[in-house]
């Protein structure tokens, strides 16, 4: 199992331009998240989707977009990418919102 | 509503010192509480959970209710524990809410 694979490692982007991060995860869980990580900030839920079909806002929506393709994969979009958005963003998923949360590796993103 | 507060940023001990890295919470209900870890550059994994009442690599945390703390301890650091800490709290439904972590760094 590789359990959440995140999609690119690294990436640069430049004020402006859009970005989709995927993330997918063979764990045949329903809960899917993003987070961001920040210093001094801790993980800030960006996202959250309790289930396939649903989507949700968590504490630091704005400026991002998500879709939950299907049961396995849980894509976030910067459409307009902004400097403060450089970042570490997380993927998670869960059997169910009240389970133990199984993260990926991350996805390094830099906005210049 | 839910809360977690990691009142350490850093910590930093010598190897075989005993370290304790504090959690506090605000739930008005019964919670289940967690600590993740992040070694450098890694991914967030789960260490342990209040529920199971496990040792992981020699790691304990209590849940206080009393004092709304679920402290993790273990009595000889190491240098391999040298890691980011995540206290984190789910209350009934409601999803996971994270500390903004302590920086543990365990010295030779």
């Known amino acids: 199992n590789a359990g959440v694979t995140q999609t690119p490692k690294f990436q640069v982007l430049k004020t402006g331009q859009s970005m989709t991060l995927q993330c997918a995860q063979d764990m045949n869980h329903n809960s899917m998240y993003w987070y961001r990580q920040d210093p001094g900030m801790g993980l800030r839920l960006i996202y959250y989707?309790?289930?396939?079909?649903?989507?949700d806002k968590g504490e630091v929506p704005n400026g991002y977009n998500v879709s939950r393709l299907n049961k396995r994969e849980f894509s976030l979009r910067l459409e307009s990418a902004a400097p403060s958005q450089t970042s570490v963003y997380f993927c998670?998923?869960?059997?169910?919102?009240?389970?133990?949360?199984?993260f990926g590796d991350g996805t390094r993103l830099s906005i210049l | 509503a839910q809360r977690v507060t990691q009142p350490e940023k850093l910590l930093s001990v010598f190897k075989g010192a005993p370290v304790e890295l504090k959690c506090n919470y605000s739930y008005s209900g019964s919670p289940e509480l967690f600590w993740y870890v992040q070694y450098s550059r890694q991914r967030l994994q789960l260490l342990l959970r209040h529920i199971s009442r496990e040792s992981i690599k020699g790691f304990t945390a209590d849940l206080n209710k009393g004092e709304t703390s679920f402290h993790l301890k273990k009595p000889f650091a190491q240098e391999e524990d040298s890691a980011m800490y995540y206290c984190?709290?789910?209350?009934?439904?409601?999803?996971?809410?994270f500390g903004k972590g302590t920086k543990l760094t365990v010295n030779p």
């Open positions: 998670a998923s869960s059997l169910s919102s009240n389970q133990p949360q199984h």
């Open positions: 989707s309790a289930s396939e079909g649903t989507t």
């Open positions: 984190a709290l789910q209350g009934g439904s409601e999803k996971l809410v």
